[in-house]
């Protein structure tokens, strides 16, 4: 079974603009979760989706969102792009709505100049 | 809230030693799910193990093994006999399963270097 994908996986911006990031999750997986990783922050909860509904939102701005197409693929888009956007994003898919593993992709590394 | 706790940042050990990487973890819920995630130098998170919170027989698998105790509040992580593919950053991460979905709460975590 094919694992979690990203893409792309490397991505350059400049401030002020936006930028959207894309998963798909492992085949039959439901749940969709974003996280942020810097090295001053570490591993930050971003949101999850399930069933293309927004389940639980960490302490984000506005500027990031997300959404989940009924195909369990997911984006996130973050707007008006800071320098401290830039991270390792990682998007990981679990089978069930709650309680579950969380299997993680390679990540997109966002570089904002 | 939430919240664990990896003490150690960076370790470093030579090859076939022993190493245990330690996991303390805050949570005010009854039930809850504790993992163990390895991220080589590649950036992808790959799951090594998770536990819930009512399980507390410690788990063997190969030269990994895992120390969960709730007086504690503590899950262990042990390798044995230690090899330069173990180098990682190794992270400790906490479910509750009061909190809809699955959203895991992070340690800092621990980069073990294994020189050979």
């Known amino acids: 079974k094919a694992g979690v994908t990203q893409t792309p996986r490397y991505l350059i911006k400049t401030r002020g603009q936006q930028v959207t990031l894309s998963c798909s999750p492992i085949s039959g997986h439901r749940s969709v979760s974003w996280y942020q990783q810097t090295p001053g922050q570490g591993l930050q909860f971003l949101f999850e989706?399930?069933?293309?509904?927004?389940?639980n939102k960490g302490n984000f701005p506005g500027r990031f969102s997300g959404r989940q197409f009924s195909n369990s693929r997911s984006e996130m888009n973050v707007s008006t792009l800071e320098l401290g956007d830039s991270a390792l994003y990682l998007c990981?898919?679990?089978?069930?709505?709650?309680?579950?593993?969380?299997?993680f992709g390679p990540g997109t590394r966002l570089t904002v100049l | 809230a939430q919240k664990v706790t990896q003490a150690q940042t960076e370790i470093s050990v030579v090859e076939k030693e022993d190493v245990t990487l330690d996991c303390v973890y805050e949570t005010r819920d009854t039930t809850y799910y504790l993992f163990w995630y390895k991220q080589p130098p590649s950036g992808e998170l790959v799951f090594l193990i998770r536990?819930?919170?009512?399980?507390?027989q410690n788990e063997i698998s190969g030269r990994y093994s895992w120390n969960f105790q709730k007086s504690t509040s503590s899950f262990n992580f042990t390798i044995t006999a230690s090899q330069v593919v173990d180098s990682a950053v190794y992270f400790c991460?906490?479910?509750?399963?009061?909190?809809?979905?699955?959203?895991?709460?992070f340690g800092g975590g621990t980069r073990l270097m294994v020189k050979p």
């Open positions: 990981a898919s679990s089978l069930m709505i709650a309680a579950d593993t969380q299997y």
């Open positions: 536990r819930n919170s009512f399980d507390e």
């Open positions: 991460a906490l479910s509750e399963a009061k909190k809809a979905g699955n959203m895991l709460t």
């Open positions: 989706y399930f069933s293309e509904t927004q389940r």
